[in-house]
């Protein structure tokens, strides 16, 4: 049994994915042997990931095909079999089917855990494997550099406190996206804390290789600030609400203006258009320091703010007229 394991502390890995093939593979290769239980919950994945995964030694739970899927519901549905089988598992690493963990990783979330009680998430450097691949690729190896230490939120990618989890009543299954920052309102608002720490965890493979795939998941970015902002918009925490906003002047208000100004005189026109290129060398500016790429990060910042407005307005069209919101995929299949 792997030295992670003592007396003190019992830690479990719930996995997530679809159709996640080789990456999958990879992921539970990374954690069978390090800790004593892996679970996998598939959700509906046509490649034989869960006959994979269960050759490889993990348990595996199949969602039921009758409910929509979220990867909210996917690890709430992992936790609960993990509570089944030990109730004794203080904490939980969660990761998503597509990520590698890297080897230090687990010793080193259990050991930050058990000398920080007061912390009920945790969680490190994601990277991306393929960074060079794509700009999209390289877009989202940018978006894990989260600077260390007190923060409010974590991703996909996190080890739990247990205890914690279950005392805020774990995600919230009903939201196709944004469900990790979420839960990590109710976490704080219970008093527990969120720490990033400068620590390699895991290889991430986005496989996202087309502007098509950049716009679908910008999109669902959008969807989650306009839910999260309608959930927990209010004081103390206005969760959201700034990102929300942004998705709107940038992506909706500004465009129909400039549509508008059309038929005006000119300078109208250039002055409102001007905007955009005003605010990608603003955000250059901001960024030229910490990031090693400044003007890349900056468009895209800027363009995201087009299919995030598209997800905003997704999103409260269906609360209109009452629809459930369907799950928004942007990845590659089965590579």
């Not at 890297?102 to 930050?112: H, I, P, R, S």
């Not at 927990?232 to 992506?251: F, K, L, T």
Request: charged fraction near 20%; charge should be neutral.
């Amino acid at each position: 049994m792997s030295d992670l394991i003592n007396s003190q502390t019992r830690i479990a890995v719930v996995a997530i994915g679809r159709n996640e093939g080789d990456r999958l593979r990879r992921c539970i290769e990374s954690a069978i042997g390090q800790v004593p239980g892996v679970v996998y919950v598939d959700s509906g994945s046509t490649d034989g990931s869960l006959a994979m995964a269960a050759g490889l030694g993990a348990r595996v739970v199949e969602l039921d095909l009758s409910r929509p899927f979220t990867a909210a519901r996917a690890r709430n549905a992992g936790f609960a079999r993990l509570l089944e089988g030990d109730a004794a598992v203080a904490y939980v690493q969660f990761v998503d089917g597509d990520c590698e963990f890297e080897a230090d990783w687990l010793k080193t979330a259990v050991d930050f855990l058990d000398q920080n009680p007061k912390v009920a998430a945790v969680f490190g450097r994601r990277r991306e494997r393929f960074p060079d691949r794509s700009i999209y690729n390289r877009l989202c190896d940018l978006e894990w550099a989260v600077p260390p230490g007190l923060v409010l939120y974590c991703g996909g990618d996190v080890m739990i406190r247990a205890a914690a989890l279950t005392a805020v009543g774990g995600y919230r299954s009903d939201l196709i996206a944004g469900e990790e920052p979420e839960l990590c309102v109710r976490l704080r608002r219970g008093g527990w804390q969120v720490v990033c720490l400068d620590q390699p965890m895991t290889i991430h493979d986005a496989a996202m290789e087309r502007f098509g795939q950049w716009w679908r998941r910008s999109l669902r970015s959008g969807h989650a600030f306009a839910q999260g902002a309608d959930i927990h918009g209010g004081p103390p925490d206005y969760h959201w609400v700034r990102e929300a906003r942004r998705a709107v002047i940038w992506g909706l208000a500004l465009p129909i203006a400039i549509v508008g100004a059309a038929g005006l005189v000119t300078p109208y026109l250039l002055g409102l258009a001007a905007l955009y290129p005003v605010q990608v060398g603003r955000l250059y500016w901001t960024q030229r320091k910490t990031n090693n790429w400044p003007l890349l990060t900056s468009i895209a910042l800027v363009a995201s703010k087009f299919p995030e407005a598209a997800g905003w307005v997704t999103y409260h069209v269906n609360q209109q007229l009452g629809r459930a919101p369907q799950l928004i995929e942007y990845k590659s299949l089965s590579l």
